[in-house]
Each structure stands twice: as structure tokens, then as C-alpha cells.
């Protein structure tokens, strides 16, 4: 599979902590994308961060990538109750043009 | 604005039955998907469509057909519903491939085949 792999599986902090979640992947990619999953719904997309970018904020974000170890990071700071979800992170393969999405990260942040 | 509109949002199926799931959307994107979600599998691309009456393979097809007669709409059919095929499907858009995919998702359509 050219899935990325995200780490932790399942993730439980406490209102106002910081959550760090990582996804791998296995080939050489365009980009990589964040997209978040509330219970029952849809994806909704969060960050994009190019190949030759090294670190990216948006907001409560910050997405770091490191191509020569293939692997990613999404930071969420001052976690709130709103930011439980799944956390997904999505590659675009160098020369493809569909999305490889990963296993996905279940975080849950107590009130 | 809708955005990506999936009807229906569940259904039950017998085995053999046949469906179709229809996915709407209204930001004139070029470029429509189908996934499947399982758990611990994350989404699995099942067909996609560069375009109006275009659509491709994709990482999961079998067992599915599609169809994009219009620009907006893009339809999963499972003409004989097997219980692999218990999931919940999304259906995604986006205007652009490649480097600016960024892909708009419906609210899903969770489907059991007894």
C-alpha cells in the first residue's frame, strides 16, 4: 500500500495541552495534506505543506515535513474540546495526481 | 452553498441487491472521487472523473461502476451487493489535480449488506 501511517492510533489530552500526531509514508511525494474527521462526518481539509516546505502554521497548526526521513507532523496547541476528531494525513504522490490518505489518528481532548 | 451533497446518508442492503449512491456538488469542480472507509483501513480510493463523461480506476474498483453525465454529479453503482462491501462511502471534489488537490468531502453514506 502507498497509505501513509499515521502514529499515534488514538491520542487522549487534556483541555489546553498540545497534541502531536505523525504520519510516514514511502515514496516521494508532491505533498502532503492534513484533513480532520469529526464523528459521522465528512473530511475537511486543514494544511497543505509542499514538498520543498520544512514547516507551515495555520492558526492553532503547525505541520512540519521532513522528506529525507519521510515523515510528517501536525501540532495542535491549546487543544480544545472542539478539536476531538480523527486526524488524517494525505500524500500526493511525485508525478500522480490522486490523494493516498493514512490510517488516521483518533484524538480526543477532555474538558 | 451545499458544497459536496451524498444521498442517501444510510441504507441496508440484501445481498445481490444492487444501489446506486448519488454524489451532487456545486462549486463547478473538474474533478470528482468515490472512497470507501473502513476501520483501521482509512479511505481507500474506489473511481474517480477528470471531467464530465470521464471516469478512472482506482485503488479499489472492483465489484463498482460510475458514471459522470453531468458535470456535478458524479454516481457509485454496486450492481450486486456483496457484505464486503459494508462501509461507509464518501464522494470528494476538487478544481484542481496534482500539486493543489485539495479535495472537498460530502457527509457519507454508511451502507450494511446483510
Known amino acids: 500500500s502507498q497509505q501513509g501511517e499515521e502514529d499515534p492510533q488514538a491520542l487522549s489530552i487534556q483541555e489546553g495541552e498540545n497534541a502531536t500526531m505523525n504520519c510516514s509514508y514511502k515514496?516521494?511525494?508532491?505533498?502532503l495534506q492534513w484533513y480532520r474527521q469529526n464523528s459521522g462526518r465528512g473530511l475537511v481539509h486543514l494544511i497543505l505543506i509542499r514538498s520543498n516546505e520544512r514547516e507551515k502554521h495555520s492558526g492553532r497548526l503547525r505541520v512540519t515535513l521532513d522528506t529525507s526521513k519521510k515523515s510528517s507532523s501536525l501540532l495542535i496547541t491549546a487543544s480544545r474540546a472542539a478539536d476531538t476528531a480523527s486526524y488524517f494525513c494525505?500524500?500526493?504522490?511525485?508525478?500522480?495526481?490522486?490523494?493516498?490518505f493514512g490510517t488516521g489518528t483518533r484524538l480526543t481532548v477532555i474538558p | 452553498n451545499a458544497g459536496v451533497t451524498q444521498t442517501p446518508k444510510f441504507r441496508v442492503l440484501k445481498t445481490g441487491q444492487s444501489m446506486t449512491l448519488l454524489c451532487a456538488q456545486d462549486?463547478?469542480?473538474?474533478?470528482m472521487y468515490w472512497y470507501r472507509q473502513d476501520p483501521g483501513m482509512g479511505l481507500r480510493l474506489i473511481h474517480y472523473?477528470?471531467?464530465?463523461?470521464?471516469?478512472a480506476k482506482g485503488e479499489v474498483p472492483d465489484g463498482y461502476n460510475v458514471s459522470r453525465l453531468k458535470k456535478q454529479n458524479f454516481l457509485l453503482g454496486l450492481e450486486s451487493a456483496a457484505p464486503s462491501q459494508t462501509s461507509v462511502y464518501f464522494c470528494a471534489s476538487s478544481y484542481y489535480l496534482g500539486q493543489k488537490n485539495i479535495q472537498y468531502f460530502g457527509a457519507g453514506t454508511r451502507l450494511s449488506v446483510l
Open positions: 515514496t516521494s511525494i508532491n505533498n
Open positions: 472523473s477528470v471531467g464530465e463523461g470521464t471516469t
Open positions: 462549486m463547478n469542480h473538474e474533478y
Open positions: 494525505a500524500t500526493v504522490l511525485t508525478g500522480a495526481n490522486n490523494l493516498f
